[in-house]
C-alpha cells in the first residue's frame, strides 16, 4: 500500500464547474498538507498548504484536511481553463530533523470551455 | 525573477553514457533537491542537500551522484546511463532546512530518455 494515494484521472470539467480533488494517506505522522500545481512540461508550484485539520481558503481554492479519515481534499471554484492542469497533493513529517516530503502521482484536470 | 533554473532542458543518452544535469537557484535557499518523475510513481526524492558542503542520499540514489558545488548550485551526475533512468528530472529548492514547514520551489524539469 501506498503512503499516499490519489487517483490519477484525468477528470474532465466544465467551465464553472466546482472540482473536488483527493488523496488519501496511511502515515499517522504525517503533520504539513501541501497541494501543487504542475502544467504541463514544467515544474510543479505550490497552491495550497495547511498544518490543521480543518479547512484553509485562498480565492477559489480550498484546502480540507481530516487528520482522522486521513483524507485531504482540494476543491476549485468556478473553474477556468486556465485550471487545467495536474493537481499533486503531499505530505510532510519530522524525520530526524529533516521534512520528509511525499508526493501524490497527481490528478490530471481538464476544465473545458 | 529566475527561480530555479535546470540545464538541459531534454537530452537523449545512450546506455552507458554519462552526462551531468546542472541546476542553480538564485533565492539563497540552504536546501536543494533532485526528484524524478515517472507515470504512475509520483515524484521521489534521488539527492538532497541540506546545507553547502552536505549531501544525502534520498528514496532512489542508485545509479547517481551529486555535487553541491556552492550555495547555489547542485548538480545530478550519471555515471552510467541505463533505460530504467529514462524519465524526467526535478531541482528543487527550500529555504530552511527542517523548518516546520518545507514549501519547495521546483525548476522546469530535464526531460531524459536513454536508450
Known amino acids: 500500500q501506498k503512503e499516499v494515494e490519489q487517483d490519477p484521472g484525468p477528470l474532465s470539467v466544465p467551465e464553472g464547474a466546482i472540482v473536488s480533488l483527493n488523496c488519501t494517506y496511511s502515515?499517522?505522522?504525517?503533520?504539513?498538507f501541501m497541494w501543487y500545481r504542475q502544467y504541463s512540461r514544467k515544474g510543479p508550484e505550490l497552491l495550497m498548504y495547511?498544518?490543521?485539520?480543518g479547512n484553509k481558503e485562498d480565492g477559489r481554492f480550498t484546502a480540507q484536511v481530516d487528520k482522522s479519515s486521513k483524507y485531504i481534499s482540494l476543491f476549485i471554484r468556478d473553474s477556468q481553463p486556465s485550471d487545467s492542469a495536474t493537481y499533486l497533493c503531499?505530505?510532510?513529517?519530522?524525520?530526524?530533523?529533516?521534512?520528509?516530503?511525499?508526493f501524490g502521482i497527481g490528478t490530471k484536470l481538464q476544465v473545458i470551455p | 525573477n529566475a527561480g530555479v533554473t535546470q540545464t538541459p532542458k531534454f537530452q537523449v543518452l545512450k546506455t552507458g553514457q554519462s552526462m551531468t544535469l546542472q541546476c542553480a537557484q538564485d533565492?539563497?535557499?540552504?536546501?536543494m533537491y533532485w526528484y524524478r518523475q515517472d507515470p504512475g510513481m509520483g515524484l521521489r526524492l534521488i539527492y538532497y542537500?541540506?546545507?553547502?558542503?552536505?549531501?544525502d542520499k534520498g528514496e532512489v540514489p542508485n545509479g547517481y551522484n551529486v555535487s553541491r558545488l556552492n550555495k547555489r548550485e547542485f548538480s545530478l551526475r550519471l555515471e552510467s546511463a541505463a533505460p530504467s533512468q529514462t524519465s524526467v528530472y526535478f531541482c528543487?529548492?527550500?529555504?530552511?532546512?527542517?523548518?516546520?514547514?518545507?514549501?519547495?520551489?521546483f525548476g522546469s524539469g530535464t526531460q531524459l530518455s536513454v536508450l
Open positions: 495547511t498544518y490543521s485539520s
Open positions: 542537500s541540506a546545507s553547502e558542503g552536505t549531501t
Open positions: 502515515n499517522s505522522a504525517f503533520q504539513y
Open positions: 503531499a505530505m510532510s513529517w519530522n524525520s530526524g530533523g529533516y521534512q520528509k516530503v511525499t
Open positions: 528543487a529548492s527550500s529555504d530552511v532546512q527542517g523548518a516546520t514547514n518545507e514549501k519547495l520551489f
Open positions: 533565492m539563497n535557499h540552504n536546501s
